[in-house]
C-alpha cells in the first residue's frame, strides 16, 4: 500500500478483555516497529521485528503483551486481560531497514473503561 | 538510558512569526535525530532526518540544526501559518545497534490567524 495502516482505528473495551491490534507497513518494509503514546508522555517503544522475527521485546511492559508478525508483512499486537493504564495510542511504524527512516501509520486509539 | 526533551511543551504565535522548537538528548552518540509533527487524531509524519554526520537539514520553510556534542537540535519554521498548528516531536536514532527511536515529550503549537 501507500503507506502503514492500521485497524481499528479506534477501540473501546472493557477492563479484562482482550484486544488485537493490526498493523499493515509499508510493502517491501522488512523492519516493522511498535510504539505506544500514552496521554501526556511521550512515544514508547514496546517491540521490533526483522521480518517475522522479533529480537527484541524489550519494551513490552508486561506479559500481557505479545506480537506476532507473519508472512514478513501483517503483525498483530495482542493486549490479554486489558486494564485501564493500557488506554493508549498504539502507533506502528515500517523501514526498509532496521536503521532506515521509519514510516508511522495513524495509530489505534485504544480505550480501556 | 538516552532521555530526549522538549521545550517548551507549548507555543502560541501570530501567524507570520518564526517558530523556534528545541529538542535536548542526554547521549550524544546518536546515529541519526529526525523531527516528526503529529496532528490531532493522527499519525507522525517525518519532517527532516539529520544523519550525525550532519549539521542541519531544510525542507521549504523548515530548518532543523543538530550540534552533537552539546545534546541539542532546533527546528526552525519560517513564516509559520495557521496550517502549522500541531505537535513537533523530536525522536534520536541511538547509535548503529540500535533501531529504537526514543522520543521527546514533543511541542504543541498553535499558530494564530
Redo the contacts between chains.
Keep these: 500500500g501507500a503507506g502503514?495502516s492500521?485497524s481499528p482505528s479506534n477501540k473501546v473495551t472493557e477492563k479484562g478483555k482482550d484486544v488485537e491490534l493490526r498493523c499493515d507497513p509499508i510493502s517491501g518494509h522488512t523492519?516493522l516497529?511498535w510504539?505506544r503514546q500514552s496521554l501526556?508522555?511521550?512515544?514508547?517503544?514496546l517491540i521490533?521485528f526483522q521480518g517475522n522475527s522479533a529480537p527484541?521485546k524489550s519494551?513490552l511492559p508486561s506479559d500481557r503483551f505479545s506480537a506476532e508478525r507473519t508472512g514478513g508483512s501483517v503483525s498483530t499486537l495482542t493486549i490479554q486481560r486489558t486494564q485501564q493504564e493500557d488506554s493508549a495510542v498504539y502507533?506502528c511504524?515500517s523501514s526498509f531497514g532496521?536503521?532506515e527512516?521509519?514510516?508511522?501509520?495513524?495509530?489505534t486509539?485504544l480505550l480501556v473503561l | 538510558k538516552q532521555e530526549v526533551t522538549q521545550i517548551p511543551a507549548a507555543l502560541s504565535v501570530p501567524e507570520g512569526e518564526n517558530l523556534v522548537l528545541n529538542c535536548s538528548f542526554t547521549d550524544s552518540a546518536i546515529y541519526n535525530l529526525q523531527w516528526f509533527r503529529q496532528d490531532p487524531g493522527k499519525g507522525l509524519t517525518s519532517l527532516l532526518l539529520i544523519q550525525s554526520s550532519q549539521r542541519e537539514q531544510t525542507s521549504g520553510r523548515l530548518n532543523a540544526s543538530l550540534d552533537k556534542s552539546s545534546g541539542r537540535s532546533t527546528l526552525y519554521i519560517a513564516a509559520s501559518q495557521p496550517g502549522d498548528s500541531a505537535t513537533y516531536l523530536c525522536a534520536v536514532d541511538p547509535s548503529g545497534n540500535d533501531y529504537k527511536l526514543s522520543f521527546g515529550a514533543g511541542t504543541t503549537v498553535t499558530v494564530r490567524a
Design positions: 502503514v492500521q523492519a516497529y510504539y501526556g508522555q511521550g512515544l514508547e517503544f521490533y527484541d519494551g502507533l511504524a532496521p536503521f527512516t521509519q514510516y508511522f501509520g495513524p495509530g486509539r
